[in-house]
């Protein structure tokens, strides 16, 4: 696949799985498909050409880019937002498919870019630079707001020189 996709206009992709082959997913430079049954919904692309990309957009507060890692795979570069966030090293020396190689929780609410764009470096372990892309799971699209911290001062008056105590608590009330 060469340059086909959606992220540069289509409205960003919400909630659930994205698959290899779903048009919100814009692919830059040379993509080879592989079609397997271990696969999450049966293909996966990959690539090795550096400056390979590829990109999504979502409304979200999380993402996870689901891949096959194997005893070939290489590593990519994490672009979120535009700002590279690190090298991801997808070498496994025992392979596994349908797994979440990077994930970013805690995101702002509102849309996001995600671009994955392959290094042609690899894990000197690794005896290849395949990156690949089975899917990517986006979700939700609110954020659960952190427990509120529950104050207690016991006293029977919070004055200088009075006796009090504090107790803190960061669960959350049934």
């Known amino acids: 696949q060469n340059g086909t996709g959606g992220a540069g206009g289509l409205p960003p992709a919400t909630a659930g799985r994205i698959e290899n082959d779903n048009p919100d ?6 993509w080879n498909w592989n079609i397997n049954p271990m696969h999450s919904g049966g293909s996966a692309s990959l690539a090795t050409n550096p400056g390979a990309a590829a990109s999504i957009n979502f409304n ?5 880019w689901i891949a096959y890692r194997d005893q070939w795979s290489g590593q990519a570069s994490i672009i979120l937002d535009g700002q590279t966030m690190g090298t991801v090293d997808t070498y496994l020396a025992s392979a596994l498919a349908d797994t979440a190689v990077y994930s970013l929780t805690g995101l702002p609410p509102g849309d ?15 005896g290849g630079n395949w990156v690949w892309l089975d899917a ?5 699209t609110t954020s659960t ?3 509120t911290p529950l104050l207690t001062i016991n006293s029977t008056a919070a004055c200088v020189g009075g006796a009090w ?8 009330p049934s």
Not at 25 to 30: D, L, N, R
Not at 112 to 126: A, D, F, K, Y
Not at 165 to 172: A, D
């Open 25 to 30: 997913i814009t692919y830059t430079g040379v």
């Open 60 to 64: 979200a507060t999380a993402i996870s």
């Open 112 to 126: 996001h870019s995600l671009t994955i764009q392959v290094l042609n470096t690899h894990n000197p372990l690794s």
């Open 136 to 140: 990517f799971d986006v979700g939700p």
């Open 145 to 147: 707001p952190p427990p």
């Open 165 to 172: 105590s504090v107790q803190e608590s960061n669960s959350r």
